[in-house]
């Protein structure tokens, strides 16, 4: 049974900091609520596990830090800021860092305007305006109206928002990227053209849907448009790979494409094999089914083929 | 059959798989009146949803008031489509009676139901009577912009509709939900930070601040969302056990490939070398892979927010 009262009451900062990985999320949040409350000492311990492996550890080192509000906490949580390699620990370092209000922290926050994460460009914004933060130009507001999302603003800001837009257009949320190649459809120019035409080869079908308007509003050629989607990087398999696959492992090339029945047929043909291995004493029975096999890495090749990819 | 009057010969036509002729069935039934009323309210005891829907439909026709209360029953059904139908039903009949459950029908998690109370209620000339009950009725008929005229009194209903399995639906609810800026829509917004819809919860951040909830709190919401974790000792022992297992088990598609190649192996290794020294060369491989679906799971990046 968890106490973290007792551990609060008698200031038992390792307790508490050992809780920071407790399976159940509630314990883990309030262990750090009692590590934010216990003020300088802990700010140490604390520090020391912003590199600690786990993630929760991190995010909670991270929250505690925040209550504690210790100018010592400021470089390092900047460092995670920059370089940590989780979304969630950077968006929790983002909004630490707003809530102790220290001013060293507003380059690496405006930076942080410009992060593919779109919760760490929102935390961002959030600590900034915390910070009581202005954009110094056109540009840095378009980043911030970016990361606010408020997609009406950054319409009005017409060519100053370009360059921000295709910026952050490297967020892997579609629904932002869709968003964004709307947004420099409607706005127009030479480099919002040219980003529309790239946006057709986007990884996602929704975006490059989207793109194929935005480019017409940019007066990207007609004709144009198919011969850059063709383009695209393939999403269905490849259809060499499956029908080698079948031909030698019988079935797995079903499942590479994503036939649940794949197994089956694997199983059956593995069953075969084994039969022939054990009573005919065969060292290569795979020799004997090979015939058989190309049949249906044929017919798998052209049914790969036939698979949509839009 | 309608001539006939067979009623039992229209209820088997309702199962039928050709929806017109599932239609024309009902609508035979509805000619029927009152006199087939019995039969229908004991056939809508089935468990059949077709048939449950073809009745509903053809009691809608006769308008008995004796089919109120089977209908009223129906809106509790387990089936959302057949809830739906009921409700329409009941502002067909057009019964006062049917006014209070389908005011109930408006809390429905499904949209469909919702929306079929609402219109039934219409019909029946119903008007909401406080602020909270004009939330439930607009909000079933999808009139978002009244729903936020309404503001605060909202709140109930809306964190109500967030029960609801379409994602489209509590996205709409959660920006309603910031647009009243009320610390009273905080308990539901901090629940919807662990909604199973990526786009949901995100919008639940943009809209949480605005009803007083402080950034820190934001992650801890979060922290709550499903996560489809893996056991990396499931993974290691699977793994170890059957040899290829723990790798499917992760979702690897070739984990299978290499389970077969390991059964070919092992009776190959068998064969050639006999029991126990199969089992010296074979056990230290089983550990390796065990050891590498255990490493290979603790690897795999948390489902992003």
């Not at chain 2, 329409?88 to 459950?101: F, T, Y």
Request: include cysteine; hydrophobic fraction near 45%.
């Amino acid at each position: 049974m968890v106490n973290i009262d007792d551990l609060k009451k008698s200031h038992d900062i390792r307790g508490l900091i050992r809780l920071l990985d407790h399976g159940n999320s509630d314990i883990q949040w309030r262990a750090a609520d009692a590590l934010g409350n216990m003020g300088e000492p802990a700010c140490d311990p604390l520090l020391r596990l912003l590199d600690f492996p786990k993630v929760n550890v991190r995010l909670g080192a991270i929250d505690a830090l925040g209550g504690i509000k210790s100018p010592r906490s400021v470089d390092n949580l900047i460092r995670k800021l920059k370089d940590d390699t989780d979304d969630e620990v950077r968006w929790a370092a983002s909004i630490a860092l707003g809530q102790i209000g220290d001013p060293r922290a507003i380059p690496a926050l405006e930076e942080a305007l410009k992060d593919g994460d779109r919760y760490v460009r929102y935390g961002a914004i959030k600590s900034l305006e915390m910070l009581n933060w202005t954009p110094s130009d056109e540009t840095s507001r378009a980043y911030a109206l970016i990361a606010l999302q408020d997609w009406p603003a950054v319409r009005k800001l017409r060519s100053a928002a370009v360059r921000p837009l295709i910026d952050i257009n490297k967020d892997p949320n579609p629904v932002t990227r869709t968003k964004i190649v709307e947004l420099l459809g409607e706005i127009g120019g030479p480099d919002a053209k040219k980003a529309c035409e790239r946006a057709l080869l986007d990884r996602d079908p929704g975006v490059r849907w989207k793109a194929v308007f935005a480019c017409k509003r940019c007066g990207v050629d007609t004709d144009r448009i198919p011969v850059i989607l063709a383009d695209r990087p393939r999403t269905i398999p490849s259809a060499f790979g499956a029908a080698v696959l079948n031909l030698f492992f019988f079935g797995s090339g079903y499942s590479y494409i994503g036939k649940w029945w794949g197994i089956l047929v694997f199983l059956c043909y593995v069953g075969v094999i084994i039969i022939i291995q054990l009573n005919w004493d065969v060292l290569f029975p795979y020799m004997y089914t090979y015939p058989f096999t190309a049949v249906f890495a044929v017919q798998t090749y052209y049914m790969v083929k036939r698979m949509p990819d839009m | 059959m309608a001539q006939k009057k067979d009623i039992p010969g229209l209820i088997r036509a309702l199962r039928y798989h050709d929806a017109d002729i599932q239609m024309q069935a009902a609508k035979a039934l509805g000619t029927l009146g009152p006199g087939a009323i019995d039969r229908l309210i004991r056939a809508l005891k089935t468990k059949n949803k077709t048939v449950k829907l073809g009745i509903i439909g053809a009691l809608s026709e006769i308008e008995s008031p004796r089919s109120i209360q089977p209908l009223i029953g129906t809106l509790r059904d387990e089936n959302s489509e057949v809830r739906w139908q009921a409700a329409i039903a009941l502002g067909e009949i057009g019964d006062e009676a049917a006014i209070k459950p389908l005011c109930e029908a408006l809390r429905d998690p499904d949209k469909y139901v919702r929306f079929g109370a609402s219109i039934a209620l219409t019909k029946l000339g119903w008007k909401p009577q406080d602020s909270t009950e004009r939330a439930y009725y607009f909000a079933g008929m999808q009139e978002w912009m009244a729903v936020r005229n309404i503001g605060k009194p909202a709140i109930p209903a809306l964190a109500g509709l967030l029960r609801d399995r379409d994602s489209t639906v509590r996205m709409k609810v959660i920006e309603l939900l910031g647009s009243t800026g009320d610390k009273d829509a905080i308990p539901a917004l901090m629940q919807s930070l662990g909604d199973d819809n990526r786009e949901v919860r995100w919008n639940t951040v943009l809209a949480a601040p605005k009803c007083g909830i402080s950034l820190p709190y934001l992650p801890r919401g979060l922290s709550k969302r499903p996560q489809n974790m893996k056991n990396p000792w499931i993974a290691g022992f699977l793994n170890f056990l059957l040899p290829g297992t723990g790798y499917a088990y992760l979702g690897k598609w070739w984990g299978t490939l290499i389970f077969s190649f390991d059964e070919l192996a092992t009776v190959y290794i068998l064969k050639m070398e006999g029991d126990t020294n199969s089992y010296v060369v074979l056990l230290p491989v089983y550990l390796l892979l065990g050891f590498h679906a255990w490493y290979m799971t603790t690897k795999i990046p948390k489902d992003p927010p």
